[in-house]
């Protein structure tokens, strides 16, 4: 059963209502819930598993056109939420996490498109994920949350784009996980958007990308407060939960960025671990254990590879690719994406792939992205503009 009405998350007044209208002030966005599945219904993993129910937050920004065709879908990464832009007051941080880039005549320009972010299946700021209410036993789902895959992500925010009336993107876009989403849209559904942009991800995790991802989930499983995932009611596995932070936020950084942190924080270094053991406290209070283990199942077990050619080969044209990566992004390395352009140039697909210079390293999607707003906007311009 998709729901016909939206309900607001996290605040007190009347539901925003229209689903083109989630922009309740000027620069003020609410974030709504689409409840998507019910019972009898079920949500089909690619598992073979359902969830007997599947409700997902998102955002948008701008209008929908008359002729249904401007909307852009925005994916966030591993840890982030439908907030992606303007202020939201049940946020922290209130403003978006691409809130440079979008809104009026920024990059995507709400002017002349209509943006969707949703917070993804598995998470937990409002859609359903391992801590979410099972509905068969009234507790939450814990340790019995099925594993999922980028796949089941993309799927469910297919459902909810038709709960929105839209049967066509303009584009989809995202970075590290949120770039994973766009490229799945791209193979599964390619005749479902006219361009695609994965930012700072790859095709496949790579054996180090993968011995990281392990060791975090480690750290989490390893807290006395796990309880096999079954912590709720006992408090959380802060502990590890913030080790495995701990751990991420290395990887997100080049070795020449933390550096100039660890300069700035002063000789003796202090200052340095005192700004990330900061970070991570903020991290632990907003975020769940169990999602992000479910979340980095996802992305571990995330393979393209080779697919273009069996997607492609079917007849549709498919979307317009422009895959974007950084110089100092060790933990997707620019060759990465690279060589999916090499399948996807082999499968006859357009697709260009341009590498930003950056000092940063793989949250340069976030941390700078003035680096990618005027590519963004040239690619976006031309896409709009094609017969």
């Not at 099972?134 to 939450?140: H, Y």
Request: proline share 5%.
């Amino acid at each position: 059963m998709i729901s016909s009405q939206p309900e607001e998350i996290g605040r007190s007044s009347q539901p925003a209502g229209e689903a083109d209208c989630a922009q309740v002030a000027a620069d003020h966005v609410a974030t709504l819930a689409a409840h998507l599945i019910d019972s009898p219904d079920v949500f089909l993993l690619q598992s073979g598993a359902h969830l007997p129910q599947l409700t997902l937050a998102y955002q948008t920004y701008g209008r929908l056109n008359e002729r249904r065709d401007n909307a852009i879908l925005v994916c966030h990464g591993f840890t982030g939420s439908a907030h992606a832009a303007g202020i939201d007051s049940n946020e922290t941080p209130g403003e978006g996490w691409w809130n440079a880039l979008i809104g009026s005549g920024k990059p995507f320009d709400t002017d002349r498109f209509f943006v969707i972010s949703s917070n993804v299946l598995g998470g937990c700021r409002g859609s359903t994920g391992p801590s979410s209410i099972d509905p068969r036993t009234s507790k939450p789902y814990g340790s019995q949350f099925p594993e999922i895959t980028i796949g089941d992500i993309v799927a469910a925010q297919r459902l909810l784009l038709r709960s929105l009336g839209i049967d066509h993107l303009l584009c989809v876009a995202g970075g590290s996980m949120g770039g994973m989403q766009a490229m799945e849209w791209g193979i599964r559904y390619p005749d479902m958007a006219s361009s695609v942009i994965p930012i700072a991800c790859a095709a496949r995790f790579s054996a180090q990308a993968l011995a990281l991802s392990i060791a975090a989930r480690r750290a989490i499983e390893a807290d006395a407060q796990w309880h096999g995932g079954d912590y709720y009611g006992y408090g959380i596995p802060a502990r590890g939960l913030a080790a495995a932070r701990f751990l991420a936020n290395i990887t997100y950084l080049s070795p020449g960025y933390l550096e100039g942190r660890v300069l700035a924080a002063g000789a003796d270094r202090t200052g340095f671990q005192e700004e990330l053991d900061a970070e991570t406290r903020l991290f632990v209070n907003r975020f769940d254990a169990n999602s992000f283990i479910a979340l980095s199942l996802a992305m571990e077990s995330f393979d393209l590879t080779g697919l273009p050619d069996i997607a492609l080969s079917s007849g549709s044209q498919g979307p317009c690719w422009r895959l974007i990566s950084y110089t100092s992004d060790w933990l997707f390395p620019s060759a990465q994406l690279e060589g999916f352009l090499v399948d996807l140039h082999r499968a006859g697909a357009e697709a260009s792939h341009v590498i930003i210079e950056s000092s940063v390293g793989h949250d340069s999607f976030i941390v700078e992205p003035e680096l990618i707003a005027p590519e963004i906007r040239s690619f976006l311009s031309e896409i709009a503009s094609a017969p």
